[in-house]
């Protein structure tokens, strides 16, 4: 089995930054792989950036070089820095663990575990 549980979210100004943390637990886990996606009201759940099990990552070119992915294992926490904060990036922002291939990872149903998803709201 695996557990993820995301916090960190909040009521951010434009410009702003926030760290998001998944807290991981399970062997399962360890092995995973862990991304980051949102969804909006009224919008299809959006994929983010992912961290693998041994330090590679992938980011979203809708999000490149404004938010990072970055994991310590020790700590079985993934995060998500999140820089220049734009009213757009305001939803819902949840983890998930993978390890199968197959299916490319911005897709949300390759996914065996999601945590239960943080706000985060951008305002002006």
């Known amino acids: 089995q695996v557990q993820l549980a995301e916090s960190g979210g909040e009521t951010v100004q434009i410009g702003g930054s926030l760290r998001l943390s998944c807290v991981y637990d399970g062997d399962t886990a360890t092995k995973a792989a862990i991304a980051w996606f949102r969804q909006a009201p009224g919008k299809e759940r959006e994929a983010l950036a992912l961290?693998?099990?041994?330090?590679?990552?992938s980011t979203h070119d809708s999000v490149k070089g404004r938010f990072i992915i970055s994991r310590e294992n020790a700590k079985k926490t993934v995060y998500l820095q999140m820089n220049s904060l734009k009213p757009e990036d305001t939803a819902i922002y949840y983890c998930?663990?993978?390890?199968?291939?197959?299916?490319?990872?911005?897709?949300?149903?390759?996914?065996?575990?999601w945590g239960q998803g943080t706000q985060v709201t951008v305002s002006s």
């Open positions: 961290s693998g099990p041994l330090g590679s990552t």
């Open positions: 998930a663990a993978k390890t199968t291939f197959g299916i490319p990872w911005t897709r949300s149903e390759g996914y065996i575990a």
